[in-house]
């Protein structure tokens, strides 16, 4: 009840300003702002609300300042699918002042039916963690009563489908014990973070995702999502956060009733974390699952320095977003071309950070900049390069985006 009034509360002003008083409505909307500005920096998150008409006090300001320094340094990525998406959603408006006009309420409704969908989950999962708690002692008691007899603990009829029956992913359709599977919605599965170490969500390779899906509708929803539950019951997505983005994008056709796809019944499979495992347990399901698939070496746990990581991922973003042109979702793309995937890795691999002491993103950001203007120098009094096509050193230099025609750069 509480969080279907307070969606009417949220809906009434198209002019917002965010709060820090006590109340719940204020601090969902707090919420809501924080998952669409979590991972932009002051500046980016200033302009971003700005262009929303959302206005952000002093206190909340501090708030959101504490958040994005403390997702800095521990690398963490808390959103879930459906606050991702709308936040990319955001920031697609936000470079276009009539379109961030039109779309503000769309955008704000989008982020608050994520944001309340993943926070109606949360609570569902401490209650499921309660009674599951409570029951426990009630058969303890048992146990106890029924000692004396000599009888084995009995199972208490009806008591073990509570257990069966997710709160938020639904039944379970196996229970192996080391994992569960269930059938569950694309929409609950939205609802849930990101493993806090899990490779950056692109939203643009959702999209394309999205878009190919509906040329092959016929082939279904090939391939499983992992998910991690810890100790308290909390989920996060160790695999398939790209295809949960797609499904969350096909979710907005099926209501309108425009795709004919069952968006209801996915399979997933989630390896619950016993209260004996280490704290590395989701590090390790997490390299088991990508040891067959090609993960970068950035993106693996425990490889890169979280900074470090932090800073190649923004740079390399920004360098995607003001050459969109040149960047292709595929890794296999050819120059002049670069994946974004493929950039991050190599700036790694190539040890960019450590050779140039780079120490912030805005130093790697320049540092490639540079290279640019040196490449684009070289090849404008230069023509004859008989390693690049005709076709590529044109289109190189008619956006002035030399990078991805060579890899040299990087070790220069």
């Not at 719940?24 to 609300?49: E, M």
């Not at 002093?58 to 994005?68: G, S, T």
């Not at 793309?333 to 991050?344: S, Y």
Request: proline share 3%.
């Amino acid at each position: 009840m509480v969080l279907r009034i307070s969606r009417n509360i949220l809906r009434t002003e198209a002019s917002r300003s965010l709060s820090t008083s006590t109340s719940i409505f204020d601090n969902i909307k707090l919420k809501i702002a924080s998952a669409l500005t979590s991972s932009l920096s002051t500046t980016d998150r200033d302009r971003l609300l700005k262009s929303l008409n959302i206005n952000v006090s002093m206190q909340d300001q501090q708030h959101l300042d504490n958040q994005h320094e403390e997702n800095v340094q521990q690398g963490k990525i808390n959103n879930s699918i459906g606050e991702a998406v709308a936040a990319a959603i955001a920031k697609e408006a936000a470079k276009n002042k009539t379109l961030a006009e039109k779309q503000k309420d769309h955008i704000w409704k989008q982020a608050e039916m994520a944001t309340m969908e993943r926070v109606k989950n949360d609570l569902l999962i401490q209650e499921r963690k309660l009674a599951m708690e409570r029951w426990q002692k009630e058969l303890e008691a048992e146990k106890k009563r029924v000692a004396q007899e000599e009888i084995n603990a009995p199972t208490v009829e009806g008591d073990g489908n509570e257990d069966m029956h997710h709160p938020v992913l639904g039944p379970t359709v196996v229970d192996l014990g080391y994992k569960r599977v269930h059938l569950a919605s694309a929409q609950a599965l939205s609802s849930i973070p990101i493993w806090e170490k899990q490779r950056v969500y692109r939203h643009d390779r959702a999209k394309g995702m999205a878009s190919d899906k509906m040329k092959s509708l016929e082939l279904g929803l090939p391939g499983i999502i992992a998910l991690h539950e810890s100790v308290d019951g909390r989920l996060s997505i160790l695999d398939g956060q790209h295809r949960v983005g797609m499904m969350t994008i096909l979710q907005g056709k099926a209501n309108d009733g425009h795709l004919q796809l069952n968006l209801n019944r996915i399979l997933v499979e989630v390896f619950p974390q016993s209260s004996s495992a280490t704290d590395d347990h989701a590090k390790d399901i997490f390299t088991e699952i990508n040891k067959a698939e090609p993960v970068k070496l950035v993106d693996m746990p425990g490889v890169a320095k979280v900074q470090d990581r932090r800073i190649i991922n923004d740079a390399s973003s920004i360098i995607h977003e003001n050459f969109p042109d040149m960047f292709k979702p595929s890794q296999r793309c050819r120059p002049p071309h670069l994946n974004v995937d493929n950039l991050r890795d190599s700036i790694f691999a190539a040890g960019i950070i450590k050779k140039h002491n780079l120490k912030t993103k805005n130093a790697l950001l320049q540092w490639m900049l540079e290279k640019n203007e040196e490449l684009g120098n070289r090849y404008r009094k230069d023509d004859s390069h008989p390693n690049v096509s005709e076709t590529a050193m044109a289109k190189a230099k008619k956006f002035g985006f030399f990078l991805g025609l060579d890899a040299a750069w990087l070790y220069e």
